[in-house]
């Protein structure tokens, strides 16, 4: 992700949980991140963990189908949320919330199962994806620049394999509701 952004971008962590993701950026000089996650205990959580970078993340209980932010985001980095989404309409309203948060030319960098990752998490059923399925999800809204499997260890001792991409936002800012086209446009 470091690769696509700097410390003075603003990058949305979908599902950031207590992962140490946050943690990293934040002690990489991040300082307009926005922690989302379903949970406010997680969310809490996070926070106390950060200690004296807290104030550098905007915590936001928040369905990652519906989250909003103030302004545009440069990254959006879904750290294995997106695969719980096991129905197409979700997987759509996904989609288009991803494509309205991120500014044209920004990035969204996903890590969700691949084909032969596990059909369950915690004991709940996935959706797994191979780059074309992804590509496909995430529509015109992006293009798909690079993907890569690897396998993730789990504290239990078993491998899942994930895919990991890395897609651009095309196209022009997404207009708000009310908001009319340009002329010509």
Partial sequence: ??????????????????????????????RLLHAVDISDVA????????????????YTRADMRKVTFDEPVDVWHDRAAL???TERADQAA??????AAVRPGGHAVLAVFSPVGPEQCSGLPVTRH?????????????????????DHRT??????????????????A??????????GG
Wanted: proline share 6%.
């Fill in 43 to 58: 969310l809490a959580q996070l926070r106390t963990s950060l200690g004296d970078g807290a104030d550098a993340v905007n």
């Fill in 83 to 85: 695969h719980f989404l």
């Fill in 155 to 172: 504290p239990w001792g078993t491998d899942q394999r994930f895919l990991h991409a890395l897609l651009e936002r095309n196209g022009t």
């Fill in 94 to 99: 996904y989609a288009a919330r991803a494509a």
């Fill in 130 to 150: 191979s780059p074309s399925s992804l590509a496909e999800l995430m529509g015109d809204g992006f293009t798909l620049l690079e993907s890569f499997e690897q």
């Fill in 1 to 30: 992700m470091r690769r696509v952004s700097a410390p003075t971008d603003h990058v949305a962590i979908i599902g950031a949980g207590t992962s140490t993701l946050v943690g990293d950026l934040v002690a990489a000089g991040y």
């Fill in 174 to 183: 997404p207009r708000t509701s009310g908001e009319q086209p340009s002329p």
